[in-house]
C-alpha cells in the first residue's frame, strides 16, 4: 500500500492543454517530491516542496511547470501548456522528517500528450 | 546525468541462490544512498538505505555494502524469491549540494526462476 495516493492513474491530454496531477498523503506529512520517468530512461527530479514552498527544483521544471497545496491535503503538479514530450510516469513522493530519511512514493500517473 | 550508473540492465539467478546488484557514482558529495524495487504499474517501494559513514547496512535478506574509495555500493539478497523479480534502481543524495533530491541509476531487471 503506498503512502501517498496519485490521481488520477492515467492522463490522455492534447499537446498545448493544462493538466493538474494530484498527490494525496496518507498522512501528515511536510517534505514532497515530484518525479517523472520518461519511457525507457531514469527517474528524474523535479521539484521538492517543504512547508508549502518550493525548495528545490530542476532545470527540467520550467515556467510550464507549477506545484502548489492548495487546501493543505493535496499536493498538486500543474502543466501550463503540454508538449509532446512531456508524454511521462510522474510520481509523487513524501520524504521523512530530517536529514538522510527516505522517500516513499506513489504509483505514478501516466501522462500521455496526443 | 551519469552521476548515478548500473551497468547491468538485466540479472537472471535461481531461487535461493545469492543476487548481488551493482552500482557506481561519480559525485563524492553524495552522502545518502537508498535501493528501491520497482514492479510494473506500480511506484518505486523504498528497500534499504546507506549512509556515507557506514559501509553495511543488513534487514532481513536484504544487505546493502558501501565502498567510499570505489564510489561503489552493491545490494545482496539472500536467499533470492521469485517474488523479489523486478527492477531495482539505487538512488543517491548529498544535502550539502543538492539537498534531498535523488538522483537515480537506470535500474536492474532481476529476474529470479523457481
Known amino acids: 500500500e503506498p503512502e501517498v495516493t496519485q490521481t488520477p492513474s492515467h492522463q490522455v491530454t492534447q499537446m498545448g492543454q493544462e493538466v493538474i496531477l494530484r498527490c494525496v498523503p496518507i498522512?501528515?506529512?511536510?517534505?514532497f517530491y515530484w518525479y517523472r520517468q520518461i519511457l525507457g530512461q531514469k527517474v528524474e527530479f523535479l521539484v521538492s516542496?517543504?512547508?508549502?514552498?518550493?525548495?528545490?527544483k530542476s532545470e527540467i521544471f520550467d515556467d510550464q511547470f507549477s506545484v502548489e497545496r492548495p487546501d493543505g491535503s493535496n499536493f498538486t503538479l500543474k502543466i501550463r501548456s503540454t508538449k509532446l514530450e512531456d508524454s511521462a510516469m510522474y510520481f509523487c513522493?513524501?520524504?521523512?522528517?530530517?536529514?538522510?530519511?527516505?522517500?516513499?512514493f506513489g504509483d505514478g500517473t501516466r501522462l500521455s500528450i496526443l | 546525468d551519469q552521476q548515478v550508473k548500473q551497468n547491468s540492465p538485466s540479472l537472471s539467478v535461481q531461487e535461493g541462490r545469492i543476487s548481488i546488484l551493482n552500482c557506481d557514482y561519480t559525485?563524492?558529495?553524495?552522502?545518502?544512498f537508498l535501493w528501491y524495487k520497482k514492479y510494473p504499474a506500480e511506484g518505486p517501494t523504498f528497500l534499504i538505505s546507506i549512509s556515507s559513514i557506514k559501509d553495511k547496512n543488513e534487514d532481513g535478506r536484504f544487505t546493502v555494502f558501501l565502498n567510499k574509495s570505489a564510489k561503489h555500493l552493491s545490494l545482496h539478497i539472500v536467499p533470492s524469491q521469485p517474488g523479489d523479480s523486478a527492477v531495482y534502481f539505487c538512488a543517491a543524495s548529498g544535502w550539502e549540494t543538492s539537498g534531498s533530491r535523488l538522483t537515480f541509476g537506470e535500474g536492474t531487471q532481476l529476474t529470479v526462476n523457481p
Open positions: 559525485n563524492s558529495m553524495f552522502d545518502y
Open positions: 513522493a513524501r520524504g521523512g522528517q530530517g536529514l538522510n530519511q527516505p522517500q516513499h
Open positions: 516542496f517543504y512547508n508549502n514552498e518550493i525548495s528545490e
Open positions: 498522512s501528515n506529512h511536510l517534505y
